[in-house]
T-cell receptor, first 112, second 112 residues
Framework: QKEVEQNSGPLSVPEGAIASLNCTYS??????FFWYRQYSGKSPELIMF????GDKEDGRFTAQLNKASQYVSLLIRDSQPSDSATYLC????????????FGSGTQLTVLP | DGGITQSPKYLFRKEGQNVTLSCEQN?????MYWYRQDPGQGLRLIYY???????QKGDIAEGYSVSREKKESFPLTVTSAQKNPTAFYLC???????????FGQGTRLTVV
């Protein structure tokens, strides 16, 4: 069965530090990868997506993809208390299945 | 405004009843998804549809049914066969082909 695994946390970092969130996926057919942020009681919102090996930066967020190691990560620089949320990793499997599958999420707390 | 609308926001179901959750999008997206989220857990895929009049089972389809008669609508019915339906239900849509998905605000279903 196709799986997306995340370090379950919870993860705590001080304000201003770098938060590192990690995710591995089981199926080499996965072609697209997404990071979502979910505040308690709310629906997930898209932060980043990445399709190619390497790094992709957007403001304080950097997504990193290594297809050979089947590994995707999210770095949050200059973490703020407002970044405290659950972060969900997802991948999209191409081919006949074409599913969007989520990991279990990592809860991040940024301490003032 | 373009977006995904789920209704109702809160729903209460008696034992043995079928209930239908609504999901409508005006983004002209081809793909639509239904997920279930239990407290402290990630998102589990119930059903997905990549095109009108076609849908596939996800990982936890038992006790649920869907239809996709129109591109903009993807209702989910929680049947009496679903023994533990209390959860947060999320609908998402995307352009398809591995592009990013966007979520509605969710429906909280409680069995009373």
């Amino acid at each position: 069965q196709k799986e997306v695994e995340q370090n379950s946390g919870p993860l705590s970092v001080p304000e201003g530090a770098i938060a590192s969130l990690n995710c591995t996926y089981s199926d080499r057919g996965s072609q697209s990868f997404f990071w979502y942020r979910q505040y308690s009681g709310k629906s997930p919102e898209l932060i980043m997506f990445i399709y190619s090996n390497g790094d992709k930066e957007d403001g304080r967020f950097t997504a990193q993809l290594n297809k050979a190691s089947q590994y995707v990560s999210l770095l949050i620089r200059d973490s703020q208390p407002s970044d405290s949320a659950t972060y969900l990793c997802a991948d999209f499997l191409s081919g006949s299945a074409r599913q969007l599958t989520f990991g279990s999420g990592t809860q991040l707390t940024v301490l003032p | 405004d373009g977006g995904i609308t789920q209704s109702p926001k809160y729903l209460f179901r008696k034992e043995g009843q079928n209930v239908t959750l609504s999901c409508e999008q005006n983004l002209n997206h081809d793909a639509m998804y239904w997920y279930r989220q239990d407290p402290g857990q990630g998102l589990r895929l119930i059903y997905y549809s990549q095109i009108v009049n076609d849908f596939q089972k996800g990982d936890i389809a038992e006790g649920y049914s869907v239809s996709r008669e129109k591109k903009e609508s993807f209702p989910l019915t929680v049947t009496s066969a679903q023994k533990n339906p209390t959860a947060f239900y999320l609908c998402a849509s995307s352009m398809g082909g591995g592009t990013e998905a966007f979520f509605g605000q969710g429906t909280r279903l409680t069995v009373v």
